[in-house]
């Protein structure tokens, strides 16, 4: 019953995240209009002028844009969720209500994660309606456990980043898009990681957006199977199995730090 009872304290969290889409509604256009036209517009860098061919380059483009889209709604939701709270002035009845934090960041994490796959699935349906991509070679089961198994590394990820606000209301939100903005340049969204200098190629191996897009593309281009892309899908997971537990640990330990310090109601 115990479980039943957090199971529900969590969907209400998710329930409320989604009314606060409604009550911002008009943003939310905005950034999703945005969001389409920016990876319809990466999606035609690949098409050749003079005709005939790019269907790959553009698939190639159109999976990082889409795969990026994704991973990165989920780490900024993740990340923001006690910013959120703070613009809100709910961050003190979230963190006093009678609720295990573990429901919270659990409510947290599946808002993310449906919130991103409902904004990628309406991305996917503009791109399909101007490009004709052939997905007849793809292996769509493999790139579907790639899409799972990142999930996790993404939210341990996030929540390693939430922590950020905690410790600094004035700066902790920026560097948590500095950190999103740095595993973009380093993880191959738009290109391979190889073109990067040689001193940032060692980055792109600390950032599970680089395993993410390798084995998706590998399984969408070139119709690997999951034993193919086995290497890159125990990596994903081993990644998320050691980053969950330890950002749920650091979350605890900046939560309070930020009710010893006062800092946990302070506006930035």
């Known amino acids: 019953m115990e479980f039943v009872r957090e199971a529900r304290r969590s969907y209400a969290l998710v329930e409320r995240n989604f009314n606060l889409i409604k009550r911002y509604i008009g943003w939310e256009i905005v950034f999703l209009v945005y969001t389409v036209v920016n990876t319809l517009t990466i999606a035609f860098i690949g098409v050749n002028p003079a005709g005939g061919g790019g269907g790959d380059r553009v698939l190639y483009l159109v999976v990082g844009a889409l795969l990026w889209g994704f991973l990165s709604v989920l780490f900024h939701e993740v990340a923001e969720s006690v ?85 600094s209301p004035e700066k902790g939100s920026q560097a948590a898009h500095i950190l999103e903005a740095a595993i973009l340049l380093v993880s191959g969204v738009y290109y391979e990681v190889d073109v990067l200098p ?67 109601k302070r506006s930035g």
Not at 128 to 143: I, M, P, Q, R, T
Not at 219 to 240: P, T, V
């Open 83 to 167: 910013q959120w709270e703070r613009w809100e002035g709910t961050i003190e009845y979230s963190f006093m209500a009678p609720m295990k934090r573990l429901s919270y960041l659990g409510g947290v994490c599946l808002y993310a994660a449906t919130y991103g796959a409902v904004r990628t699935v309406v991305v996917m349906l503009a791109v399909v309606s101007l490009f004709k991509l052939d997905l007849g070679s793809a292996n769509l089961g493999a790139a579907l456990a790639v899409l799972l198994l990142s999930s996790l590394s993404f939210i341990g990820v996030g929540l390693m980043a939430a922590v950020l606000p905690l410790l």
């Open 198 to 264: 040689s001193w940032l190629q060692p980055l792109s191996r600390l950032s599970p957006a680089t395993y993410t897009l390798r084995a998706a593309r590998a399984a969408l281009l070139h119709n690997a199977s999951l034993r193919d892309i086995g290497g890159d899908l125990i990596l994903l997971f081993a990644i998320g199995v050691v980053l969950i537990p330890l950002g749920l640990k650091v979350f605890n330990w900046g939560e309070l730090h930020a009710m010893r310090t006062g800092k946990l």
